[in-house]
């Protein structure tokens, strides 16, 4: 009895999987071939089948659509663009000292909105003595040096 069932054809999950995914890339490929027989067959007469007068209005909306691009706006972009990715320019460093006395005189500048007699007396002996102390410490420094050399 076994020699008899065995030419019968069994139908399990396993074999229907296997002709339904058959089914399924035959369907495919002429799908595939029905699309690219239709792309083909419109390439083939292009410009035989457009008339001169849409030949002209293909050209005019591309010269129209030339020149709406804001080429200027384009052109500043890449400029910006260009100006970001540019190294930044290497600030020299101050003394500190330097620029708190250039601060508190530009201070000492804006707070006076009239030229008073007295305030322009007080700041100019306020840099008397800010360059004598300036001038004794450089020579303290070069006594220093000259002492332990």
Same mark, same amino acid.
């Given at each position: 009895?076994?020699?008899? *069932? ?12 296997? +002709?339904l995914? =058959? +089914?399924?890339v035959? #369907?495919?490929? $002429?799908?595939?071939? /029905?699309?690219?027989s239709?792309?083909?067959?419109r390439?083939?007469?292009?410009n035989? *089948?457009l #008339?001169?007068?849409?030949? &002209? %209005?293909?050209r005019?909306s591309? !010269?129209? &659509?030339? @020149? ?10 890449? !400029?910006?663009?260009?100006?970001? %990715? ?6 020299? !460093?101050?003394?500190?000292k330097?620029?708190? /006395? ?11 909105? +009239?030229?008073?007699?007295?305030s322009?007396k007080? $700041?100019?002996?306020? &840099?008397?003595?800010?360059m004598e &102390?300036?001038?004794?410490? *450089? =020579?303290?420094?070069n006594?220093? =040096?000259?002492? *332990? @050399?």
């Amino acid at each position: 009895m076994e020699g008899q *069932q065995s030419w019968k054809p069994r139908l399990s999950f396993r074999n229907a999987t296997i +002709v339904l995914c =058959l +089914v399924n890339v035959l #369907s495919v490929l $002429l799908l595939l071939q /029905a699309f690219l027989s239709s792309t083909s067959s419109r390439s083939k007469f292009p410009n035989s *089948q457009l #008339s001169s007068a849409q030949l &002209r %209005y293909i050209r005019e909306s591309e !010269e129209i &659509r030339l @020149a709406m691009q804001p080429l200027e706006l384009i052109k500043r972009v890449k !400029e910006i663009q260009q100006e970001a %990715y540019a190294e930044p320019e290497k600030v020299q !460093e101050k003394d500190a000292k330097q620029t708190a /006395a250039a601060d508190l005189s530009k201070r000492l500048k804006d707070l006076r909105s +009239v030229n008073d007699a007295n305030s322009m007396k007080a $700041l100019e002996e306020w &840099r008397k003595r800010k360059m004598e &102390r300036a001038r004794l410490r *450089q =020579l303290e420094r070069n006594g220093t =040096l000259t002492a *332990q @050399a």
